[in-house]
């Protein structure tokens, strides 16, 4: 138990540290070119940080669990917010706008928030996938988390080339539902859902390989 309790206080220190070292990149650039341009990355890495905040508590307080309302509600709206850990990636793109001049500080900058991004929501997965397998199965849960990578490529697309935040699927339902009919059938859709939700499932795996080990001894 103790041995648990260090782990989980260093995973934390370290995101604190990863985090604080992104940030401190942001604002040495904000301070050297007085340009608010890559600000939008702070907004980005935070709503990359909800589904961790969600598996967090359902780690912290079981009971949340035991109600199944709770749970799909909960479930739910971690899976709604998942894909914006992963699609900080995309914001390389940004690298082409005119405001973008310090190319490889802007590189490592993006590079440093995607990361953060990434690693909040590969944490975030372990922490469900934890949770699915003590309550179903393990075979479950990987089967789930493998259905979950798969849709946050394809939230990703739904952001990136479609321009719908996580919350539209509560205000504009219809709106999402009649652009995905429309766009089903283009090619980016698909190379978007397996290039992105394979990649996520890959490093979903790697890192359930790397900490198995300490969970063992």
């Known amino acids: 138990m103790k041995l648990l309790s260090y782990h989980i206080k260093a995973q934390y220190l370290a995101l604190a540290l990863s985090i604080g070292f992104a940030l401190l990149l942001l604002i040495f650039r904000i301070k050297l070119t007085h340009s608010f341009f890559f600000i939008f990355l702070v907004w980005n890495l935070f709503l990359a940080g909800i589904p961790y905040l969600i598996s967090r508590l359902l780690i912290w307080f079981p009971k949340i669990c035991a109600s199944r309302l709770w749970t799909i509600f909960f479930f739910g709206t971690w899976l709604l917010f998942l894909p914006n850990s992963p699609y900080i990636i995309t914001d390389l793109v940004h690298l082409h ?102 990649f996520i499932w890959i490093l979903f795996l790697l890192m359930q390989s790397l900490t198995r080990p300490s969970e063992t001894r």
């Open 97 to 198: 706008s005119e405001h973008a001049y310090l190319k490889w500080y802007d590189l490592f900058l993006v590079f440093v928030f995607a990361l953060n991004g990434l690693l909040l929501g590969l944490l975030s997965m372990a922490d469900m996938f934890s949770l699915l397998s003590h309550r179903f199965s393990k075979k479950v849960g990987l089967f789930t988390m493998f259905k979950v990578s798969l849709l946050c490529g394809y939230g990703i697309y739904l952001g990136r080339f479609l321009r719908f935040n996580s919350w539209d699927l509560l205000t504009k339902p219809k709106s999402i539902f009649l652009e995905m009919l429309q766009t089903i059938y283009e090619p980016n859709v698909w190379v978007m859902t397996f290039a992105f939700g394979g």
